[in-house]
């Protein structure tokens, strides 16, 4: 524990993210809805935060576990995300470093708490993409790769799965591997 601040220091190791390795995103559903049909994911989905877009490193999480974690954490209302709202989609990490643009993708672990905090789990395989919150044109090639490579970008996911997963681990609160650093 931080003696001046009272918090916690993050456990996670931060690891260099290789070329050949890749990284997940998740898209919400809600830019289908409404009268005209949109483009799917849109540039919308790739709008950085100021620490870069958030993503999860694939050497330390799946696919599934990506929704999993989504399905345990709080939307701003203090209710659970259902995760059947998402999609995950998977990019290597030589492509995201190779458009123009981006400046770099880095292990940067999310930690909340030991243990983490109901619907705040902990994140050790977040990673961020950093590129110029302005930049629209890094957005657009990520969401016209999307469409483009539709096949290996979109992950196939069990719903019912993740689902049957997420209930059992709500039921224990924050006592679950996504909540607890060992």
């Known amino acids: ?9 993050n456990p996670f190791e931060v ?13 919400h ?3 289908l809805v409404g009268p ?3 483009r799917f994911p849109s540039e919308a989905h790739f709008a950085p935060d100021p ?8 050497q330390m999480i799946n696919a599934m576990g990506v929704l999993i974690t989504i399905g345990l ?9 259902n995760p059947t709202e998402f999609k995950v989609l998977e990019f290597t990490v030589s492509y995201l470093r190779s458009i123009e643009g981006v400046l770099d993708l880095i292990h940067t ?11 705040s789990p902990n994140i050790p395989s977040h990673a961020s993409v950093r590129y110029g919150i302005e930049d629209l044109e890094v957005r657009v090639n990520l969401s016209d790769y999307c469409r483009e490579n539709r096949e290996e970008v979109f992950c196939s996911i069990n719903a019912n799965s993740v689902l049957e997963e997420v209930e059992q681990l709500r039921l224990r609160l924050n006592d679950t591997p996504y909540h607890i650093v060992s």
């Open 1 to 9: 524990m931080d003696e001046e601040s009272g918090l916690e220091e």
């Open 15 to 27: 690891k260099e993210i290789h070329e050949e390795h890749n990284v997940f995103r998740q898209v």
């Open 29 to 31: 559903f809600s830019d």
């Open 36 to 38: 005209k049909k949109k």
């Open 51 to 58: 620490d870069g877009l958030s993503v999860y490193w694939g």
């Open 73 to 81: 954490s709080f939307k701003k209302d203090d209710t659970f995300k």
């Open 109 to 119: 672990p999310q930690f909340n708490g030991n243990p983490a905090a109901v619907g």
